[in-house]
């Protein structure tokens, strides 16, 4: 079983930063991608950022520049770095994890808010 518990979220002003962490736990292929998706109310879930095992990265438009996703040094743990924060990047941010194609894992999602 692999569980995903991330941390961070919170409300912040336009221009503001968070951290977002997810550390990840059980049986884990050493070979995967961690990422970071994000829902808005009545919006589809949407990719932010992924990061491989290998440290290639990939950002969405809306967020490249802003948003940088890195890797802890155990490689279980993700981080998203969000700069310059917009009240379009409200909504619920999900960690993800994945390997071999097929197997796939969420986190519980964390809320950021960026409200004046």
């Known amino acids: 079983q692999v569980q995903l518990v991330e941390s961070g979220g919170g409300l912040v002003q336009p221009g503001g930063s968070l951290r977002l962490s997810c550390a990840a736990s059980?049986?884990?292929?050493?070979?995967?991608?961690m990422g970071w998706y994000r829902q808005a109310p009545g919006k589809q879930r949407e990719l932010v950022a992924t990061i491989t095992s290998g440290s290639s990265t990939n950002y969405a438009d809306s967020v490249k520049g802003r948003f940088t996703i890195s890797r802890g040094n155990a490689k279980t743990t993700v981080y998203l770095h969000m700069d310059s924060l917009k009240p379009e990047d409200t909504a619920v941010y999900y960690c993800?994890?994945?390997?071999?194609?097929?197997?796939?894992?969420w986190g519980q999602g964390t809320q950021v808010t960026v409200s004046s």
């Open positions: 059980g049986s884990i292929f050493s070979i995967n991608t």
């Open positions: 993800h994890i994945s390997w071999l194609g097929s197997m796939n894992y």
